[in-house]
T-cell receptor, first 110, second 114 residues
């Protein structure tokens, strides 16, 4: 079964603090992992994907196949990072469905 | 380059009715995927259309059906509406085969079933 688990429904940090949004997945093959973000009153958009191995808006995520995790990290949170974050996997490299977690609402306080 | 658009923005139906939701793909994209997002949940895959054929389906009953047109726009049809069908319906388009491709989401249609 394909499953994505985001254990934190809500996460609140202060501006300048490090932030880590957790994501664990269950899949027997080699999925592609993504983080999507939804800012207030905006549509869902891709933040980053693990195969790109790039940093977007200061966020990074490392795929740990041993722990089946794909946690999203940022060393210094900013108020504009406040949003809903969804971890997702694609079983076939993104060509078909995306399986989403339930999301984590991040609030960065001033 | 125009983004993914969806219509209507929201609508209200009653149990047993039928509904059609529409999606216009981003220019140049050949694939459309539909997702259902219930309140407090992540999007759940309904099905995907590629070159006017269904190209994968999630765990949804047959009363959820779709179409993709030659211009790559798409419709989601839901028959015999149930209260649990109340959700945000998201359409996402993509270009299969393009390097580093991804799915681009529309703003969604909010369906309320009374």
């Amino acid at each position: 079964a394909q499953r994505v688990t985001q254990p934190e429904k809500l996460l609140s940090v202060f501006k300048g603090a490090p932030v880590e949004l957790k994501c664990n997945y269950s899949y027997s093959g080699s999925p592609e992992l993504f983080w999507y973000v939804q800012y207030s009153r905006q549509r869902l958009q891709l933040l980053l994907r693990h195969i790109s191995r790039e940093s977007i808006k200061g966020f990074t995520a490392d795929l740990n196949k041993g722990e089946t995790s794909f946690h999203l990290k940022k060393p210094f949170a900013q108020e504009e990072d406040s949003a809903m974050y969804y971890c997702a996997l694609s079983p076939q490299g993104g060509s078909e469905k995306l399986v989403f977690g339930k999301g984590t609402k991040l609030t960065v306080n001033p | 380059e125009t983004g993914v658009t969806q219509s209507p923005t929201h609508l209200i139906k009653t149990r047993g009715q039928q509904v059609t939701l529409r999606c216009s793909s981003q220019s140049g994209h050949n694939t459309v995927s539909w997702y259902q997002q219930a309140l407090g949940q992540g999007p759940q895959f309904i099905f995907q259309y590629y070159r006017e054929e269904e190209n994968g389906r999630g765990n949804f009953p047959p009363r959820f059906s779709g179409l993709q047109f030659p211009n790559y726009s798409s419709e989601l049809n839901v028959n015999a509406l149930e209260l649990d069908d109340s959700a945000l319906y998201l359409c996402a388009s993509s270009l299969i085969g393009a390097p580093g491709w991804t799915q681009y989401f529309g703003p969604g249609t909010r369906l309320t079933v009374l």
